[in-house]
């Protein structure tokens, strides 16, 4: 998931893209990239690869839907009598130093950077600062501070495309509050909202970088765990619902406790899953675990595959997570 650059005292990055493929917003790309540096600086180098990466597929396919007909290209002085669009993005402590070896190692040629020094980047920067504070409250949940159902989905579809091209696993889990409603009508919306933050916040607490928490819904939050197993997520949301279970709220002068069920939906790069599709499993998976009783945690399994009893069949590594919590 993308953060934000921190300020630094160096200047930013211009790049520029040509063509008839138009404009494209350029996204955080969840695939490790290699970098020239170490440290910060390595990992200002790898968000800068990552979004120029995502930039060029976007606009590779964006070209393609735009194509024109075979014997009906045009000529290079139509291109050049054509629109002509500049694509910019800050990179605070980025030097040129730095951009001239990434550009040479990873084929940037093409791209262009512009140095800047303070009294020219104020302006800029409160432009990008404004229009990532746009797309913030765009993507995100005002209540949680998650990303809301939308950039979720985004996000799924981003993962879903780098598990078919690696044959990597992914799941997703959905949680949804049990009897929340209770919560609302005795102790009223401020307490439930005290609740939903406090669900948040545990659910960031308890995953890793590369996961990503959303809320969906009224009390619904998903999980997307990239490279998890149904039986590490498993574990995983069954020690969230241990959590859960210990927590105390206090409303109007009472204490009470809230607990939550869970379904989990997995796939696999040999397995086609749409974004959408990985969000009805799992919701199957929580209907049955409400059903059931609620506060537990059960997966979906795919039609034609086995549910086999996986404690005789427990890897060492994920022994060790399973006993120790650790999933590094």
Known sequence: MARKPTDAPKAAQSVQSTGRAGSANPAQSAESTQSVDTGDSAHD??????????????????????????????????????PLLAVA????????????????????????????????????????????????????????????????????????????????????????????????????HACGDLVLRRTADLLRDATRAYDVAARIGGEEFVLLLPGASPMRAQALLERLLQEMRGEDFTCRGETFRVTFSAGIAGCRGATACRAEDLLDRADKALYEAKTSGKARVRVHRLPGVPDYDRSTMVQSDEKQFLFSGNDE
């Open 45 to 82: 180098s790898a968000q800068l690869l990552g979004e120029l990466d995502a930039l060029r597929r976007a606009l590779a396919e964006e070209a393609a839907r735009h194509a024109a007909p075979a014997g009906e290209d045009p000529t290079d002085a139509e291109r050049a009598d054509g």
């Open 89 to 188: 993005r800050l990179f605070p402590g980025m030097t040129r130093q730095r951009w001239l070896a990434l550009a040479e190692e990873h084929g940037l040629r093409q791209w262009f950077a512009i140095d800047l020094d303070k009294s020219s980047n104020f302006n800029l920067r409160e432009l990008q600062k404004a229009v990532e504070e746009l797309a913030h409250q765009r993507d995100h949940d005002p209540l949680t501070g998650l990303m809301n159902r939308r950039a979720f989905l985004r996000q799924v579809e981003l993962e879903l495309q780098r598990v078919h091209r690696g044959g990597a696993e992914i799941c997703l889990a959905m949680v949804d509050l049990d009897d929340f409603k209770r919560v609302n009508d005795t102790w009223g």
